[in-house]
């Protein structure tokens, strides 16, 4: 991100501020000024301009895996990235999990996702349909484990 | 289970047995829904049952990279962060539960229809001070043939009123389950959860046995 909006505003050094270039949002939207607007660094900044993963593989709860290290990198690929893969190789995580371990919001994860299993880095494994579950015994498992809580 | 992965071989000849294996485990992952209206103890039951975090979500992630001369539209889309809770318990390596608290604002819909995609059921919290607040989610998870209950969050010092009463004011169909709790304890909020796991197995084995999906 470049830095140039800091030189629009009067940054109390007595200074003279430079009379160009004018934002090209007017003084009356604030959005940009206050921690309301949210990020500086537009979501789709991070992603390139996509919205849309190139995968439809991630679920929230679809179970996110990564090879090791030695497996290589993305050369060219973001530090979100690259935070993103070391979150899954160091276990295998869901894709919730991963969102809020990176702290990024869940749209941009699966942008990025997408990516790293476009790389070849990652791998997916989807949550299976409730109505599709193999046998109820997963179910009992589950009632069991509540009850052990 | 679907699995992609990486074609890629090791190129220092390590033993096979070392390898990770090609296909991922049997990774299990479950979700229930916890919903109803704002304020009624949605993230305090997520919380009293599994370690709680914020998932942030955005309203609206605008496809930027189309026409560059668009941006004034795109900034006036601008997304909105929505937090959302979410907890998870893990039984055992590969078999863990999500429980994610619905957005309690009718503008977050959008949100719900990913949430409730492959969902094994929700739990609809209930304040009876406020009984109408759980309607739209009650609504929701009917019409999508979702499995759920009503779990009325018992909030200490108010009276509380039978179940009965509760189910004919929501005008639920007979086998809804309608359960008191104190969403503050973890005791009670796992008995909700049973409940609801226990319902919505019955309700997957009996379409099982139609045949319906």
């Known amino acids: 991100m470049t830095d140039f909006p800091r030189q629009w505003f009067d940054d109390g050094s007595g200074r003279p501020v430079p009379p160009s270039p004018p934002?090209?949002?007017?003084?009356?939207?604030?959005?940009?000024?206050?921690?309301?607007?949210?990020?500086?660094?537009?979501?789709?900044?991070?992603?390139?301009?996509?919205?849309?993963?190139?995968?439809?593989?991630?679920?929230?709860?679809?179970?996110?895996?990564?090879?090791?290290?030695d497996e290589g990198a993305p050369p060219d690929r973001?530090?979100?990235?690259?935070?993103?893969?070391?979150?899954?190789?160091?276990?295998?995580?869901?894709?919730?999990?991963?969102?809020?371990?990176?702290?990024?919001?869940v749209g941009v994860v699966r942008v990025l996702l997408g990516d790293l299993l476009d790389d070849g880095l990652i791998r997916v494994s989807r949550p299976v349909e409730p109505a599709q579950l193999p046998d109820e015994h997963i179910l009992r498992e589950v009632i069991d484990g509540l009850r052990a809580l | 289970m679907d699995s992609v992965h990486s074609d890629q071989r090791h190129p220092d000849g390590r033993h096979p047995g070392e390898r990770r294996p090609e296909r991922p485990g049997p990774y299990l992952s479950l979700k229930i829904l916890v919903a109803g209206g704002f304020g009624v103890g949605k993230t305090t039951f997520v919380g009293s049952v599994s370690e709680i975090r914020p998932l942030r979500t955005e309203e609206q992630l605008t496809e930027a990279g189309r026409p560059v001369d668009d941006l004034e539209g795109v900034e006036r889309k601008t997304t909105t962060t929505?937090?959302?809770?979410?907890?998870?318990?893990?039984?055992?390596?590969?078999?863990?539960?999500?429980?994610?608290?619905?957005?309690?604002?009718?503008?977050?819909?959008?949100?719900?229809?990913?949430?409730?995609?492959?969902?094994?059921?929700?739990?609809?919290?209930?304040?009876?001070?406020?009984?109408?607040?759980?309607?739209?989610?009650?609504?929701?998870?009917?019409?999508?043939?979702?499995?759920?209950?009503?779990?009325?969050?018992c909030f200490a010092g108010f009276h509380t009123y039978?179940?009965?009463?509760?189910?004919?004011?929501?005008?639920?169909?007979?086998?809804?389950?309608?359960?008191?709790?104190?969403?503050?304890?973890?005791?009670?909020?796992?008995?909700?959860?049973?409940?609801?796991?226990?319902?919505?197995?019955?309700?997957?084995?009996?379409?099982?046995?139609?045949?319906s999906p």
């Open chain 1, 78 to 105: 973001s530090p979100e990235h690259a935070a993103i893969l070391a979150l899954c190789r160091a276990s295998p995580s869901s894709v919730a999990d991963i969102a809020a371990d990176s702290d990024l919001p």
């Open chain 1, 23 to 69: 934002p090209s949002t007017p003084p009356s939207t604030p959005e940009w000024f206050d921690d309301e607007a949210g990020p500086l660094v537009r979501l789709y900044a991070m992603t390139a301009g996509r919205a849309r993963p190139t995968s439809e593989a991630f679920d929230l709860i679809a179970v996110v895996e990564a090879g090791e290290a």
């Open chain 2, 82 to 153: 929505v937090a959302m809770d979410f907890g998870r318990i893990t039984f055992r390596d590969g078999l863990a539960l999500y429980l994610f608290g619905t957005p309690g604002q009718d503008r977050f819909w959008f949100l719900w229809d990913e949430l409730v995609s492959g969902a094994l059921g929700a739990a609809v919290l209930a304040d009876t001070r406020r009984l109408e607040d759980c309607f739209p989610a009650v609504d929701y998870f009917e019409r999508r043939g979702i499995p759920f209950i009503v779990a009325v969050n």
């Open chain 2, 162 to 211: 039978p179940a009965d009463e509760v189910r004919s004011a929501l005008d639920l169909d007979p086998g809804t389950p309608v359960v008191m709790c104190d969403a503050r304890e973890q005791g009670s909020a796992k008995e909700v959860l049973i409940a609801l796991v226990e319902h919505a197995r019955n309700i997957y084995s009996a379409r099982q046995e139609d045949g």
